[in-house]
């Protein structure tokens, strides 16, 4: 059965605290995405990586940052959290083989509430 | 401009009835993918239904099917004898081939299905 799991189902910091929010796969994906999502705006892509070491900006990068070291985890990073990035993060991964008909696969998000 | 469209916040459909939730997409690509994703209330992404910019027919998977019209670039995903189960929120999303790294979502749709 394939996976993608994130370290926490919720997540409660404070103000000014760095954040870790990890992600693994276990289908040997190339790409891992991660978004956020708020009500009425859908899911917004913050950063995502197709390789290891390599990143890409998404539409909301600001006040986050993001590392792969190996292929199966990609690690979102709040370096000083602030109340407007409550939100539920969303990690995902697919594959590149196949071009554009492979989805993504999803984990079970991480509810973080910053205080 | 917006990539993913689904202008249906919420909607409410009757036990054992059909509901179609609508999407249209813009892209310039020849060659994308069109899916839908389901969300309960618990928060996974599961996913749907995939059709693809050359698929001549009209997706289908059980009771869910996609109603692709490729000129009007619309992907309204049709559910058929609604559940209860069904009740959740619903995002349609593409990913182009010209840029197959990145998905686009919409803001999704919210549907209840009443007993």
Not at chain 1, 6 to 22: A, D, I, P
Not at chain 2, 8 to 28: H, I, N, R, W
């Amino acid at each position: 059965d394939v996976k993608v799991t994130q370290s926490s189902r919720y997540l409660v910091k404070r103000t000014g605290e760095k954040v870790f929010l990890e992600c693994v796969q276990d289908m040997d994906h190339e790409n891992m995405f991660w978004y956020r999502q708020d009500p009425g705006l859908g899911l917004r892509l913050i950063y995502f990586s197709y390789d290891v070491k390599m990143k890409e900006k998404g539409d909301i990068p600001e006040g986050y940052s993001v590392s792969r070291e190996k292929k199966e985890r990609f690690s979102l990073i709040l370096e000083s959290a602030s109340t407007n990035q409550t939100s539920m993060y969303l990690c995902a991964s697919s594959s590149t083989s196949g071009g554009a008909d492979n989805e993504q696969f999803f984990g079970p998000g991480t509810r973080l509430t910053v205080l | 401009a917006q990539k993913i469209t689904q202008t249906q916040p919420g909607m409410f459909v009757q036990e054992k009835e059909a509901v179609t939730l609508d999407c249209t997409y813009d892209t310039s690509d020849q060659s994308y993918g069109l899916f839908w994703y389901k969300q309960p209330s618990s928060g996974e992404m599961i996913f749907l239904i995939y059709q693809g910019s050359y698929d001549e027919q009209n997706a289908t998977e059980g009771r869910y099917s996609l109603n692709f019209q490729k000129a009007r670039k619309s992907a309204n995903l049709v559910i058929s004898a609604s559940q209860l189960g069904d009740s959740a929120m619903y995002f349609c999303a593409m990913r182009e081939k010209g840029n197959f790294n990145k998905f686009y979502f919409g803001s999704g749709t919210k549907l209840n299905v009443k007993p």
